[in-house]
């Protein structure tokens, strides 16, 4: 009964796929200026080059990877942010999500291939300097794929520690399940972890920072509900070569200010109470507000 109701919550979490929200507004290389050239890789991963022309241009690389949604299309503002600063960044969605390939997502670690694949394809376009970014699933992934593939330097927001942590929290989070109940299953989402991926499945975020001398940024709100700072590669990483930025009084998306994380909490409740009309008006550039002190932390370990 326990493995069946693993199996069950993995496939709500992982069975389907994550395509834009026709309610929402998401912002395009258009709204920033920006170039966009696609890009196709190994199974099926389609993604854009971002570059600003405007600026002098960089032959070091930035790669972001999404978090949960629709691909990278929902950061496109810290997209152009780096663009800003002349980086071509190359985004590429992962599996079941946006532009790409997939019925479903599968599970968190075909977020690491992603980002495995994304380098490798980086590697054959000439880039010596490559930067990985990536806000929570992808924090997870940029973080694991720099224990397989040598990076320049690595920035991770909002990381969660493993996939069976990642569901036992969310489960509770979100109130699907009781704690003792979301407890008692992580042993059955590591299985479950296992059977799809092998041992590397269950890749430990924390402990993929750690090995490496990658110099890496961890920053993580303390106020986070979705990923609770307590437990998280900014909590439990460790080494000379990582830094960790603990943003006081921010959520998941501790880059944005606290109006549009206030902004991001109001979408949501608009959602539960499918209020379309009202979600019509809804200040979406507002709420996609960067925190310019947290950007520029990031752009200065990048450029540091």
């Known amino acids: 009964m326990l493995f069946t109701l693993a199996f069950l919550s993995d496939r709500f979490a992982f069975g389907k796929r994550e395509d834009k929200n026709p309610l929402l507004k998401y912002f395009t290389a258009e709204d920033f200026g920006l170039s966009a050239e696609p890009v196709s890789l190994k199974g099926g991963l389609r993604g854009f080059i971002y570059r600003n022309t405007t600026v ?5 690389l930035i790669i972001f990877c999404n ?12 997209i152009a942010y780096f663009c800003g600063f002349g980086y071509p960044v190359l985004a590429v969605d992962s599996r079941g999500c946006g532009l790409s390939d997939g019925k479903n997502i599968k599970g968190m670690y075909s977020g690491v291939q992603t980002v495995v694949n994304a380098i490798d394809f980086a590697d054959e376009l000439g880039y010596k300097t490559i930067y990985l970014v990536g806000h929570s699933w992808g924090a997870y992934s940029v973080l694991c794929a ?20 990642t569901m036992c929290d969310g489960a509770v989070n979100m109130r699907i399940l009781p ?9 059955f989402w590591w299985i479950i972890n296992f059977i799809k991926y092998g041992a590397k ?30 437990g998280a590669p900014a909590d439990k990483a460790d080494g000379s070569h990582i830094i960790k930025f603990i ?41 996609t507000e960067e925190d310019e002190e947290i950007m520029q932390k990031i752009i200065n370990f990048i450029m540091g």
Not at 179 to 187: D, K, T
Not at 201 to 229: E, F, Q, R, Y
Not at 253 to 270: D, G, I, Q, R, S
């Open 56 to 60: 002098r241009p960089k032959q070091e």
């Open 67 to 78: 978090g949960m949604g629709p691909g990278h299309i929902a950061y496109t503002t810290e």
């Open 146 to 165: 720099s224990a397989k593939r040598k990076v320049s330097k690595v920035i991770a927001i909002s990381a969660p520690l493993t996939p069976s942590k």
């Open 179 to 187: 704690r003792l109940i979301a407890v008692m299953l992580r042993p």
């Open 201 to 230: 499945g269950n890749a430990n975020a924390a402990k993929c920072a750690s090995k490496n001398s990658t110099p890496t940024l961890l920053i993580h709100g303390d106020n986070d509900s979705v990923v609770s700072l307590k």
């Open 247 to 287: 943003v006081e009084g921010k959520g998941h998306n501790p880059y944005n200010t606290h109006k549009a994380e206030a902004l991001l909490v109001e979408l949501n409740a608009k959602f539960k109470r499918r209020d379309v009309a009202d979600i019509a008006q809804f200040d979406f550039m507002g709420a």
